[in-house]
């Protein structure tokens, strides 16, 4: 004989359900809460170098797509003039600055921090500002994005005419991976100074009228990515050396 459930609102209540416990809908029309990232959260992500890595990546595909060969966007060509037009007396001191974005900074910066005997820095470094100058290089023949003065008329060139091809900034990549690995190891004065210095780099490039301002994002997205696969490299190698002496 089969017993069938009464129906209706009796045969609901006898079901035995708790309807405290079921989950609450929430009701139409109303906002999903966003979450916030402060500056701390996004300090503590940037930490890990496989973080850095991806936004370096990232940020290098987005600059990468957003350039073109033959035109320069409004507000690329504002930020360009704005700069390219300062007065021709901050030249010396620009073409200073602009020295810490060379390839001879690599080697440069790599002994300095072997001499204070951090070989392991000095190892980054070295491993960082090449891979970013050599990778430079490369994304130009991909991109082959020109220079200032094949784009833009009445471009300003100031020292010895840039050769070859615009986008990225092989300055501002070497520039940016030394600075990045060298950061953690800083004093407050220290680091500030540092910010500073690498971001003069970029600004003295497009002063000099070697680089359109995208070309300068893109360098700082290359040297940061380079910078953290340098870091992951000689930690593992550093991790391996302990292991082994254990």
Not at 227 to 238: I, M, Y
Request: charged share 20%; net charge positive; aromatic share 4%.
């Amino acid at each position: 004989m089969t017993l069938r459930r009464p129906g209706g609102i009796r045969g609901i209540l006898d079901t035995g359900t708790d309807f405290r416990r079921l989950p609450r809908r929430r009701p139409a029309g109303r906002p999903v809460p966003a979450v916030r990232v402060g500056p701390v959260e996004l300090r503590e992500a940037l930490a890990d170098p496989r973080a850095r890595l991806g936004v370096g990546i990232a940020a290098l595909l987005a600059t990468a797509g957003a350039v073109h060969r033959d035109r320069v966007g409004a507000w690329e060509a504002s930020a360009f003039r704005a700069v390219n037009g300062l007065p021709d007396a901050l030249h010396p001191p620009a073409w200073v600055v602009m020295q810490l974005g060379a390839f001879g900074a690599v080697p440069a910066a790599a002994a300095a921090a072997w001499r204070a005997g951090d070989g392991e820095l000095a190892a980054r470094l070295l491993l960082g500002g090449t891979s970013a100058w050599a990778a430079a290089k490369l994304v130009k023949q991909v991109v082959r994005r020109p220079r200032p003065v094949a784009l833009l008329p009445g471009s300003r060139c100031r020292g010895r005419e840039a050769a070859g091809l615009g986008y990225l900034s092989g300055h501002v990549a070497v520039a940016v991976a030394l600075g990045a690995a060298a950061l953690p190891r800083l004093g407050p004065a220290a680091r500030a100074l540092t910010l500073t210095a690498v971001s003069l780099v970029g600004l003295t490039r497009l002063y000099v009228g070697a680089h359109l301002p995208l070309d300068i994002a893109g360098g700082a997205a290359l040297g940061l990515a380079a910078d953290a696969a340098a870091g992951l490299v000689t930690s593992r190698c550093a991790s391996g050396q302990e292991g082994r002496a254990s």
